[in-house]
């Protein structure tokens, strides 16, 4: 049972042209959903996180949206840039819990 | 610098040996975990740690064993490696802070064969 889910494998985008990756999550007992962004034979780096008690976090090109009724959450990237060709993961957890749930990521391509 | 280390980077080693999988973090975390990954397939947490003399088995069922002597060290042992375990190894770490998630380490691709 996949407690979070990201449907598409992968997505081709123009540069300068915005990136949206989504994500959906079924527990709603999660509180934090977190964005990594990971390059091939390298560990997933931290992007951009968000709580539950808002529903929009913006830092730079990136902002994550959260939709609770939905159980969804996406990523806008703008304007995108070939150095973001990557595979984007989300992550959830709960407070207290210390681990997190990972989606099966989004492969991004960004096309000069 | 505050980081999180893993060595080596890749290995291919032969059915039945022993092998050990390093990291070490320098942040002074004392939450660690090891994820395994395999390509197009999500991260599944097979060890995690919360403290010294504390590890636990995560989700995915793994022959690995795990050791956390010193707050800093989480080796992961394999006592016969199979071809099953070909894998990418994901060794990662957290101060508990949940909006700061995990600092992961580069990876280990491991290959068995």
């Known amino acids: 049972d996949q407690q979070v889910k990201q449907n598409s494998p992968s997505l081709s985008v123009q540069e300068g042209r915005i990136s949206i990756l989504n994500c959906d999550y079924t527990n709603s007992m999660f509180d934090y959903f977190l964005w990594y962004k990971k390059y091939p034979a390298e560990g997933p780096t931290f992007l951009i996180s968000i709580s539950s008690i808002k529903d929009k976090n913006e830092d730079g090109r990136f902002t994550v949206f959260l939709n609770k009724s939905a159980k969804h959450l996406s990523l806008h990237i703008v304007p995108s840039q070939p150095g973001d060709s990557a595979v984007y993961f989300c992550?959830?957890?709960?407070?207290?819990?210390?681990?997190?749930?990972f989606g099966t990521g989004t492969r991004l391509k960004v096309l000069a | 610098e505050a980081d999180i280390y893993q060595t080596p980077r890749y290995l291919v080693i032969g059915t039945g040996k022993k092998i050990t999988l390093e990291c070490s973090q320098t942040m002074g975390h004392d939450k660690m975990y090891w994820y395994q990954q395999d390509p197009g397939m999500e991260l599944h947490l097979i060890h995690y740690?919360?403290?010294?003399?504390?590890?636990e088995k995560g989700d995915l069922s793994s022959e690995s064993t795990v050791s956390r002597i010193r707050t800093e060290h989480f080796p992961l042992t394999l006592e016969s490696a199979r071809p099953s375990h070909t894998s990418q190894y994901l060794c990662?770490?957290?101060?508990?802070?949940?909006?700061?998630?995990?600092?992961f380490g580069s990876g280990t691709r491991l290959t068995v064969v």
């Open positions: 740690s919360y403290g010294v003399n504390s590890t």
């Open positions: 990662a770490s957290s101060s508990g802070t949940p909006v700061y998630g995990y600092t």
């Open positions: 992550a959830a957890t709960t407070s207290g819990t210390y681990k997190y749930i």
